[in-house]
């Protein structure tokens, strides 16, 4: 199975942390989950990659932290919310990923269905 190089994703893993916080605020182990779900299993984002992700983010001020009790077992939880800045910057690399992928499948052969190659 071929599996995603972390050099290639590493441009878009602030738009899928923003797109997980589009509709609500989120915090780092549920948003690394979703990331995998939604990838159908095909991209882990590392521990690492995703707090380098929310300090980056938070410095350029895309996204905004806050700390809540967690109910189940009153551990103070970071969770993470997108600012306006934030969503301006999520439109922004959706643009660019279309223009990206336009132009990198140019240069991608893809099998012909008759055997022809």
Request: charged share 35%; aromatic share 14%.
């Amino acid at each position: 199975m071929v599996s995603i190089s972390s050099d290639v994703i590493r441009g878009y893993n602030d738009t899928m942390i923003l797109y997980l916080l589009l509709e609500r605020a989120s915090y780092g182990y549920e948003i690394s989950r979703q990331i995998k779900k939604l990838s159908e299993e095909k991209y882990v984002i590392k521990e690492t990659t995703l707090y380098s992700a929310f300090t980056r983010m938070e410095k350029n001020g895309y996204i905004e932290s806050f700390y809540d009790e967690d109910a189940s077992n009153g551990k103070r939880r970071t969770y993470y919310r997108i600012t306006d800045a934030g969503r301006q910057y999520y439109k922004e690399k959706c643009a660019e990923w279309k223009l990206t992928k336009e132009v990198v499948e140019k240069f991608i052969e893809e099998e012909q269905e008759n055997g022809d190659n």
